[in-house]
């Protein structure tokens, strides 16, 4: 659906955190140092239920190479749409906090644990039992 775009590899490794009450999610300080004071969360571009963070940099690329393509397709002009009204743009709190909003939780199925996964180019937030079910689709 999406071609991939090269992006600098910055995001590894995986962690275990929670929201607090008012829905906001500590980013670990190695994620921090990439995105600065803002960054921007979207659903995942592939589809899968989780919540991507993005640089911003990285975000403005893979918006603008999605736009160039051809959108002729019905299908595809969808995705753009939804992923686009779903994109916020989020400010990192001095304690590296962001606030996730309602309607991604609610995608997301983020309740209070919240597994942070570097996935090399973004940061992917999943829920502990999306995560489970789609590794079991991805290894079939």
Same mark, same amino acid.
């Given at each position: 659906?999406?071609?991939?775009?090269?992006?600098?590899?910055?995001?590894?490794?995986?962690?275990?955190? &929670?929201?607090? @009450?008012?829905?906001?999610?500590?980013?670990?300080?190695?994620?921090?140092?990439?995105?600065?004071?803002?960054?921007? @969360?979207?659903?995942?571009?592939?589809?899968?239920?989780?919540?991507?963070?993005?640089?911003?940099?990285?975000?403005?690329?893979?918006?603008?190479?999605?736009?160039?393509?051809?959108? &002729?397709?019905?299908?595809?002009?969808?995705?753009?749409?939804?992923?686009?009204?779903?994109?916020?743009?989020?400010? @990192?709190?001095?304690?590296?906090?962001?606030?996730?909003?309602?309607?991604?939780?609610?995608?997301?199925?983020?309740?209070?644990? *919240?597994? *942070?996964?570097?996935?090399?180019?973004? @940061?992917?937030?999943? &829920?502990?039992?999306?995560?489970?079910?789609?590794?079991?689709?991805?290894?079939?």
């Amino acid at each position: 659906m999406f071609q991939a775009q090269q992006m600098q590899a910055k995001f590894f490794g995986a962690y275990e955190h &929670s929201l607090d @009450i008012k829905g906001r999610l500590t980013l670990p300080a190695k994620f921090r140092s990439f995105l600065g004071e803002k960054c921007f @969360i979207t659903r995942s571009q592939y589809e899968d239920p989780c919540l991507v963070v993005w640089t911003q940099e990285d975000f403005f690329s893979f918006a603008n190479a999605f736009q160039s393509q051809d959108l &002729s397709e019905s299908a595809l002009r969808w995705n753009m749409r939804i992923w686009a009204s779903e994109a916020f743009d989020i400010e @990192i709190d001095k304690a590296g906090r962001l606030a996730l909003p309602q309607a991604l939780r609610r995608f997301a199925d983020l309740d209070r644990e *919240v597994l *942070v996964h570097g996935a090399i180019g973004t @940061i992917e937030l999943w &829920s502990p039992g999306n995560w489970t079910s789609s590794q079991g689709v991805a290894r079939t």
